[in-house]
Every structure is written in structure tokens, then in C-alpha cells.
């Protein structure tokens, strides 16, 4: 029995030692955020980045104001959603999920301990927010326009041949040429570390740009970002303030909303932490090209851009699907346009059916569908809740 309690007395040294080792070499390297991300993904039994991970973050609030709550539709909750749709629904395990006709809520419906108070990650959705904000700042003459040179705010890239070239459009419609890696799985890329990473702003301001700005579309979080720090400093307020005063609170929503942070700033590429009522009326707001109960929150004009893809950023034949920070399909019948997230979080907007969709949840449906060219739930989504407001 000594000898047995010898050997193991020395295995766990060996594997302490090898921690160790492993832990010094992850700082040595300037990979520490691995630890983060394995203690909030990996040790909780994920193997990306969950839609409940605000904990393991700093936050700024965003603060609601005075409530207003959604009108209730005549038949609220009072319809049946299609088989095919509660399969989709449960499939990919939802957590909310609703639908809004006519500026008043239609249906909602909640699964697996979730509720309308609850907070839970945006992810990408967090893309269009910021451009929004991008949309207010340009409108109060703190940024000239899309077309202003980002080197105006960011001074760091007056020596690069490429990023002295970039405009603060090119963010927006992810045409910068910016030397990113989109990847949510590997722990070894940007992508992860912008995530789980101390300090953000820092990171992305040693990189570089590698193509010339204004080519095709490629999706990059990184531009989202960079957007970030040029309204921080064009501002001189955080995104959380800003959001709040702008929106948050005019917009009259329910709750107060997260938004994760990383080194002081938030992390506009994809984490604000809300519920379904107040995602859609961030919907609600660009279906109604910017006015909110007569007031103008975000300037039409700009509205109408952002929904508007630029036929430059994408081959000869190819769907133009994305425009400022929005995800556009205008081939569908109806034509339909949307802030997406990862794992499937989304507000989708009809304007032909004057309708706002919103579904939050655990898992992204990523089969191929054989039509269209956004993912595969948002045509579900659109498709069956159309069928149900038909039959009102």
C-alpha cells in the first residue's frame, strides 16, 4: 500500500508540474486568455462561447428609463405556431422566441427555465447595435460620415498602406482588408482572444491590414471592433452610455442590458446581454426607419443605407447579402433583412408584412437548405411565421 501511495504521490506531481508548465508557457507566449476560455467553455461542458457567459466578464449596464411595454395584439398567444416550426424551434433548443405584427406582440413563447427578464448574449447581433450607434454619431457631428478615413481617430494606422486607406464604411461592411482570422472553435486565433482577452483595444491596434480596403466582402469581427474604439474616442462616452442615451432608454425598454467589456472597452462585436422584448425593439426601430412614438432616434437616410447593399462588395452573380452591419436577403419572397448571432440568436425584419421575428437560443440550424443565402433557421423563421399571420 506504501508503495502504491509513492507512485501516485509522484503522478500528481508530474501532472501538477506539467500544469504549471503549461500555464507559464500560455503567458509566456501571450496565449494567458486560454484560461478564461477554458474555464468558461470547455469546464462548463461547451466547446464555444455560450449564450449565459456574461458572469465570467466585467459588464457595463445599459439602463432602461421608463418602461414601455409592447402592445399586445388582439390575438396574442392566442395562435398556434406550425409543426415545422416548433420542431425547428426545439430542434436547435430555443430559448425565447417571438414574433410582432403591426408594432404589437403576436406571440412569444419561452423554453428550459428561460423567461422575459432574462439576460442572455447577443453575440453578432451586438454588429448592427454598434453601426446603429455609428448612424447617431455621424447625425450629432462627432464622425463626418462613412466615408471619414479612420486614421482621423485612429492615428495608429497613418503608416499602414492599407489601413491608411480604410474608412469607417469599410468597417461597417466589412470590406477593410484587416488581417483577421474568423474562427470560433480553435482556442489559437483572434477571434478567441478578442473574446476572452484582457485587453482588446490593445490587441487589435498592433495588427495590421493586409488587403487593400474597399475590395469583397469578407466577414471580420475585428472591423466591428475598431468601430468600438473610433466612437469611444470620437464620443468621449463608452458604448454603454452611449447606447443607453440614445436608444436604450428612448426606445423605453423593459430592462437593464449588459454589455461585456474587455480591458475597459465594450466588446461591440458581439456581447450585449438583453431579452427578447427589447431585442425586437431594436427591430422594431429600423422597420420604422428610425422614428420611435414621432421622434427620430436614428437619422431614415441612414437606416435606409444600412439595408442597402453595396453591389461592389460582391462577385458578378453572387447574393448581395450584407450591407452596413446587416444581413440582407431581398431575393426572398417577402424580402426580409436581420441582425444575426452566433448559435442562432436573431432579430429578422419583414418589412412587406410590417412583421419583427426574434428567437434567442442554444444552437444555430447550420444544414443546407437549397435556397437561399443567410442561414438556414432565419428562412424557417420567416417562411412559417408568414404562413401563421395569413391565416389571421
Not at 92 to 109: C, M, N, P, Q, V
Amino acid at each position: 500500500m506504501q508503495k502504491f501511495l509513492k507512485i501516485l504521490y509522484r503522478i500528481v506531481l508530474v501532472l501538477i508540474s506539467i500544469m504549471i508548465l503549461a500555464i507559464a508557457g500560455l503567458y509566456v507566449t501571450g496565449n494567458r486568455y486560454i484560461i478564461p476560455a477554458v474555464r468558461s467553455t470547455y469546464m462548463k461542458g461547451y466547446t464555444t462561447a455560450n449564450i449565459d457567459d456574461h458572469p465570467y466578464f466585467k459588464n457595463q449596464v445599459i439602463k432602461a428609463g421608463q418602461p414601455q411595454s409592447w402592445p399586445r395584439h388582439e390575438s396574442y398567444n392566442h395562435i398556434q405556431l406550425t409543426d415545422t416550426l416548433r420542431k425547428e424551434l426545439e430542434d436547435f433548443r430555443s430559448i425565447g422566441f417571438a414574433f410582432f405584427k403591426d408594432g404589437k406582440i403576436l406571440y412569444e413563447e419561452y423554453w428550459d427555465g428561460y423567461s422575459v427578464q432574462s439576460l442572455t448574449n447577443s453575440f453578432s447581433m451586438a454588429k448592427t447595435v454598434t453601426t446603429m450607434l455609428i448612424g447617431k454619431a455621424i447625425e450629432q457631428g462627432y464622425i463626418k460620415s462613412l466615408d471619414q478615413p479612420i486614421t482621423d481617430f485612429l492615428p495608429e494606422f497613418l503608416h499602414d498602406p492599407f489601413g491608411k486607406l480604410c474608412t469607417i464604411g469599410n468597417l461597417s461592411s466589412m470590406r477593410s482588408g484587416f488581417d483577421w482570422t474568423e474562427d470560433y472553435k480553435s482556442p489559437f486565433n483572434p477571434t478567441t482572444e478578442a473574446y476572452y482577452g484582457d485587453d482588446i483595444e490593445r490587441m487589435l491596434l498592433k495588427r495590421k491590414f493586409s488587403e487593400r480596403p474597399g475590395g469583397h466582402f469578407r466577414y471580420c469581427s475585428a472591423d466591428t471592433q475598431l468601430l468600438a474604439i473610433i466612437l469611444k474616442r470620437a464620443t468621449g462616452k463608452s458604448l454603454a452610455v452611449y447606447l443607453t442615451e440614445e436608444f436604450w432608454t428612448p426606445l423605453g425598454m423593459e430592462h437593464d442590458a449588459l454589455w461585456s467589456l474587455s480591458g475597459g472597452l465594450e466588446k461591440s462585436f458581439c456581447c450585449i446581454n438583453s431579452n427578447v422584448r427589447d431585442f425586437a425593439k431594436l427591430g422594431q426601430l429600423l422597420l420604422q426607419k428610425g422614428n420611435w412614438n414621432g421622434r427620430q432616434l436614428l437619422d431614415t437616410a441612414f437606416v435606409e443605407q444600412m439595408i442597402m447593399a453595396d453591389i461592389a462588395a460582391f462577385n458578378p452573380g453572387e447574393p448581395r447579402k450584407y450591407g452596413y452591419s446587416v444581413w440582407i436577403d431581398d431575393l426572398h419572397q417577402p424580402a426580409f433583412y436581420a441582425f444575426l448571432g452566433h448559435l442562432g440568436q436573431r432579430i429578422i425584419i419583414v418589412p412587406e408584412e410590417n412583421v419583427v421575428i426574434v428567437r434567442l437560443g442554444k444552437e444555430a440550424d447550420q444544414r443546407p437548405l437549397g435556397r437561399g443565402h443567410l442561414d438556414t433557421d432565419t428562412y424557417y423563421f420567416v417562411d412559417e411565421v408568414i404562413k401563421i399571420i395569413k391565416t389571421l
